[in-house]
């Protein structure tokens, strides 16, 4: 199971990666400016972190492995993504003086780029995390040894 920091963690480096990459892409595909989008891309972002956590808390306790099969991704990422279209659909729309029918083609690509983003990136960051926590545990044992053969000399 995952703590609460390092879903923090996931979350914070998820979106931050995802607006480097969205807030001008967005721009250059809408011709909305990048002031416009990028603002819009930090705010939905924003709630996209505070969504995530929850909705990765609730997955976790649902599905508690590390190991997820590709079905388990694709559920963990769609659920995700039909939670914040929901909340941020009238956002954009108000955002971007547009209507809703535009906003939700919009918030749709945003959705697009994110769910591949999240494929690619949530499998990387447990890889990684699981090779950290291996190289702390292997740590705290060996230094734990180590004071176990001075506390015997």
Not at 39 to 50: D, G, I, N, R
Not at 119 to 136: G, H, K, Q, T, Y
Request: glycine share 6%.
């Amino acid at each position: 199971m995952r703590s609460k920091k390092e879903r923090l963690i996931q979350a914070g480096l998820l979106e931050l990666g995802g607006i480097l990459i969205v807030a001008p892409l967005s721009s250059l595909v809408t011709g909305h400016d990048l002031a416009s989008m990028g603002s819009l891309v930090v705010v939905m972002s924003t709630l996209a972190v505070f969504w995530s956590t929850l909705w990765n808390w609730m997955f976790d306790r649902w599905v508690p492995t590390r190991k997820r099969s590709i079905a388990q991704r694709i559920a963990q990422a769609l659920g995700f993504e039909f939670g914040l279209v929901l909340a941020t659909v009238f956002i954009v729309a108000a955002w971007l003086d547009m209507g809703l029918w535009q906003a939700l083609l919009l918030d749709l690509g945003f959705v697009a780029f994110f769910l591949v983003w999240a494929m690619i990136f949530n499998p990387i960051f447990d890889a990684v995390m699981e090779r950290l926590l291996a190289r702390n545990a292997a740590r705290e044992a060996h230094q734990h040894g180590d004071a176990e053969h001075e506390a015997n000399q």
